[in-house]
């Protein structure tokens, strides 16, 4: 029987704030352990909880990048639970009325659109960290994450594949990042997913029963777990079994996911309205001020790019896929006013580059401007663009200038046309057989005839001229 | 030799002004009677002696400086074993916290001691301010100072006990159901509950976080008024405390009911009040009548609903408040354990006493998936009409008058092996934290063999000067012998 996939995301995104969401320590990543704590963070008897106004303002900001309706009052919960990370024994959360609702995000792979739907996005506090105590096997408790503010973002079951989730992630990160409410460092955990999926005889309206793949924190986490949960689904109906509904943990390291509860173990949360705060009440102005003051979005970033500085849509996409490198893209344009310049050297070296040196691109060993300043050495034509990828390799290991770079090695390039005659006489009469051969019509004569002397100028000579030159002394 | 322990607050204060006698003296007095007395008595689990006398050298050198010092400077104060204090223990009558020291200042105790009150010890209470006796203390019973064989009532029997044994002047205590004015009324004293969200709750270890409110307990209704003073006012920690002007309630110390109109809610002297209780009531009620208030019965349909809502709410509340108390971070720890499950399950067995396990069970079965609709969404329906009741009551009065409790103290080990009738000791005063209005405990008479009644005068919202006015003017108007 062939089956559909049908997967549903739950987000998990830490926010950005400098502190807490229910006190005032701070939200640094690190730090030793438990020094980022305080009687409230820590669930000392009699401490209570203020909610952390930044973190409303940021939920409102990510609900509103992503289409939700903004609930102008909504409320906290405490969900019930023990565990050692959780010092309260109660998670902060939103049950029934979470701040934002009804939104969707598009998203595209292989060429095709599609709008994922998002049911909610409301926010919560962290648990601390649980470590193994090598050196008297127990367990040790670091609170320094409890009360990180989360929001969670939990989507519609709208994807049908592996790719799509990835898209929906990468698509649901970028827009994080650009809003800034999230650093979205998913090796730290800023930003985790929880997979439910079920697959369905094709054409069935039926959802089958789907089970949840906690905490995946990389890209390709999430894609290996959902193959690996689609074979294992499928594997199961086809034999004839039935696929229970249960919380599943994926071993990334084996490839493997495992059983971790079924539906008969699942907690029961007990959710209730957390009495130690107030409903929050949101105002028009308030709403409208944070939506006035959103920044621009991907989606918007893109059809600039293509509208107005005629990029390629294939290029545009890549340019904004993150804030990051959209962001280095708009110091460099406008430091040297040449956007598709600019946009190549990114396409070809800098996305290398950063892959090659594992770095964001906001941590790159070279600044927006001087990027610009190597595109303007090209441009005033000081430098030929063969040099230029040496100038722009100098500028990876040194963070050197441009500028500097050519001063120091001297290669600044050859525009004077009797230096270069001087290398194209001597050049062409050198070569008779290459002259001969782009008489008789083989024009690739003509490309060995430049080379040997560029060679001969150690790359330095004006192209332009040079062919130009070349040309003149043939005919 | 005059006895120190047998004045006032304010009139204590007037002898420091006065320079009549010193802090460290009046430290000292208590001291003794507290080694002398709380044998018998046994208000208080911890006595601070030493920070005390320490404290009360300061206070006696900025008295001799001649700074200017607030009305409770160095007024000695016992505090109930539920509000944290650095550096002195906070058991809340549990084994669970019997060596628990709070890494921080509850924001009321902060307040004391800025204003230089000087705290001489902490008091007795039944487990986590659960009961209404202080038997459910994990670690030995209070006893009535009146008489030694009754309860001092609970859940802030130390706080009552201990004024009312003059082994402090002032006390706090905290008050989810009745807990301040059910042992005032008992013990013969004054108690206050302040409106919901009046006194910070930043530090009062939860019980029930939407009912919890802590209030002061004196021997007459100055000193209330000048101690709610000190600890009232809009505290950033507590996002539930009112963001309201700060008020004098001294200025309410007014001899005059003159016009004021007083309801008396028939539902609060039905089934299981005492005719003596009843009658002292009544008594009370001409008396105003006489003072000048018009005086008319009235009624809060309401009422006998709220008993069962605020048992849910409670509950529902204490269950998830009472999981901190895990054994991973703080307090008692199992030693019979090999796993996590057991950590928590024979922690929580051994720590927690019978009742506070019997309400985190009440409280953890009306959250369940399935039940919720039934207990808690109705109980908090059921909140909403008695709130309702409450206000329209007040648009008719501007004080609604009841017994404090329905029979006087009861023999200690009479009611604790019977928690139903144990919780309709609170029946008149937990509507009361439902509505989160304000009321006080006044003493209105005695019974036959000679143990206090109290009467319970109701305000609205925020009101508590009319309150203390008209416990006030009852107070200087009726023959201390009558009361």
Redesign the interface.
């Known amino acids: 029987m062939e089956y559909e996939v049908v997967i549903g995301l739950e987000v998990h995104a830490e926010l950005s704030t400098k502190t807490k969401i229910y006190c005032g320590c701070s939200t640094e990543f690190g730090g030793a352990p438990n020094t980022h704590c305080c009687?409230v963070c820590?669930?000392?008897?009699?401490?209570?909880?203020?909610?952390n106004e930044k973190v409303v303002e940021y939920a409102v900001k990510a609900g509103l990048a992503t289409g939700c309706t903004i609930a102008r009052e909504s409320k906290q919960d405490?969900k019930?639970y023990?565990y050692?990370d959780t010092?309260?024994?109660?998670q902060i959360s939103q049950f029934d009325l979470p701040l934002c609702e009804h939104g969707k995000i598009d998203i595209n792979t292989d060429g095709l659109e599609k709008t994922i739907g998002i049911t909610r996005i409301h926010i919560e506090d962290d648990a601390g960290k649980l470590a193994h105590d090598n050196y008297t096997g127990g367990t040790l408790?670091d609170l320094n994450r409890a009360g990180v503010p989360l929001i969670e973002i939990v989507s519609e079951p709208d994807m049908r594949s592996a790719a799509e989730a990835v898209a929906y992630v990468e698509k649901l990160k970028g827009i994080l990042e650009y809003i800034g409410v999230s650093d979205c460092k998913m090796q730290e955990g800023s930003l985790r997913a929880d997979v439910n999926l079920s697959l369905r005889p094709v054409g069935s309206e039926k959802f089958g029963t789907r089970t949840e793949t906690k905490n995946l924190n990389s890209f390709r986490a999430i894609a290996r777990s959902i193959e690996f949960e689609i074979a294992r689904q499928k594997e199961v109906l086809e034999s004839g079994g039935t696929v229970y509904q249960e919380t599943r943990r994926w071993d990334d390291e084996k490839g493997e996911g495992y059983a971790m509860r079924t539906k008969e173990e699942a907690h029961?949360y007990?959710?209730?309205p957390e009495?130690?705060?107030?409903p929050i009440r949101l105002s028009e102005e308030y709403i409208h001020h944070i939506e006035e003051h959103l920044p621009e979005l991907p989606e918007s970033r893109k059809a600039r790019y293509m509208n107005e500085l005629g990029l390629p849509e294939y290029d545009a996409g890549i340019l904004t896929s993150s804030k990051h490198l959209s962001d280095f893209f708009e110091a460099a344009t406008a430091a040297c006013g040449n956007a598709k310049a600019v946009s190549n050297w990114i396409m070809v070296d800098i996305i290398r580059v950063a892959r090659e040196l594992g770095v964001e691109y906001d941590a790159l060993p070279f600044t927006p401007v001087q990027l610009a300043g190597l595109i303007k050495l090209i441009d005033n034509g000081t430098i030929s663009s063969k040099i230029a990828k040496e100038v722009f390799e100098e500028m990876v290991n040194t963070s050197k200038d441009p500028e500097k770079i050519v001063e120091e090695k001297g290669l600044v390039q050859i525009s004077d046309e009797s230096a270069i005659k001087e290398v194209v006489d001597r050049i062409v009469a050198a070569n008779p057989q290459s002259v001969a051969d782009y008489k008789a019509g083989k024009d690739r004569a003509l490309g060995f005839l430049v080379g040997q002397c560029m060679k001969e100028m150690k790359g330095k000579g004006n192209p332009q001229i040079l062919n130009k030159l070349i040309l003149e002394h043939l005919q | 030799m005059r006895d120190l322990t047998a004045y006032k607050a304010h009139e204590l204060n007037k002898m420091y002004q006065n320079k009549e006698v010193t802090v460290p003296e009046v430290i000292k007095a208590y001291i003794e009677k507290i080694k002398r007395d709380d044998g018998a008595i046994k208000a208080y689990i911890t006595l601070c002696e030493d920070s005390a006398l320490k404290r009360a050298e300061e206070i006696q050198a900025r008295f001799d400086a001649g700074e200017k010092m607030g009305p409770l400077a160095g007024i000695p104060i016992a505090v109930k074993d539920n509000i944290c204090t650095k550096g002195i223990k906070t058991t809340c009558a549990s084994k669970m916290l019997e060596n628990f020291i709070s890494p921080y200042d509850a924001t009321v105790t902060k307040k004391l001691d800025e204003e230089g009150l000087i705290i001489i010890g902490k008091t007795n209470m039944d487990e986590f301010a659960m009961g209404g006796s202080t038997e459910n203390s994990a670690f030995f019973k209070t006893h009535n100072p009146v008489n030694l064989n009754k309860v001092p009532g609970g859940s802030s029997g130390g706080s009552a006990a201990a004024v009312s044994g003059h082994l402090a002047p002032v006390s706090l205590g905290s008050d989810t159901g009745g807990s301040i004015r059910q042992p005032a009324a008992f013990c013969g004293v004054v108690g206050l509950k302040p409106t919901y969200g009046l006194v910070s709750r930043y530090g009062l270890v939860a019980f029930a976080s939407s009912l919890d409110q802590i209030g002061p307990i004196a021997n007459d209704v100055t000193d209330i008024a000048t101690l709610l003073n000190v600890i009232a006012g809009h505290d950033e920690m507590d996002s539930t405390s009112a963001n309201i002007e700060k008020k004098d309630y001294t200025l309410a110390l007014v001899n005059d009911v003159k016009g004021l109109r007083i309801g008396v809610p028939r539902e609060f002297f039905g089934e299981g009040v005492s005719e003596e209780v009843r009658e002292a009531v009544s008594k009370a009620v001409e008396q105003f009548r006489a003072l000048g208030a018009t005086v008319s019965e009235c009624s809060l349909p309401a009422t006998d609903y709220a008993l069962p809502a605020y048992y849910i709410i409670a509950c529902a509340e204490a269950s998830a408040n009472l999981g901190r108390f895990d054994g991973i971070r703080y307090g008692y720890r199992t030693k019979n354990y090999e796993n996590l499950q057991d950590i928590y399950r024979n922690s929580r067995s051994e720590g927690f006493g019978e009742e506070v396990k019997r309400r985190i069970i009440l409280g953890t079965y009306v959250l369940s998936s399935g039940y919720y609709d039934a207990y808690y969404k109705k109980a908090q329906k059921v909140r909403t009409i008695v709130k309702k009741g409450f206000d329209k009551a007040f648009e008719d009065y501007d004080i609604l008058l009841t017994p404090t409790a329905p029979t006087v103290a009861f023999d200690i080990g009479s009611k604790i092996n019977n928690p139903l009738e144990m919780y309709m000791t609170d029946i008149l005063t937990v509507s009361i934290n439902v509505a989160g209005v304000p009321a006080i405990s006044v003493p209105c008479g005695k019974d036959k063999e000679g143990m206090p009644i109290g009467m319970q005068l109701i305000g609205k919202h925020f009101n508590e000067e009319t309150v203390i006015r008209a416990a006030y003017t009852y107070e200087q108007n009726v023959k201390k012998e009558e009361v």
């Open positions: 009687p820590t669930g000392m008897p009699g401490a209570l909880p203020v909610l405490r019930n023990f050692p010092p309260r024994a109660y408790v029961d007990r959710y209730f009495p130690d705060l107030m």
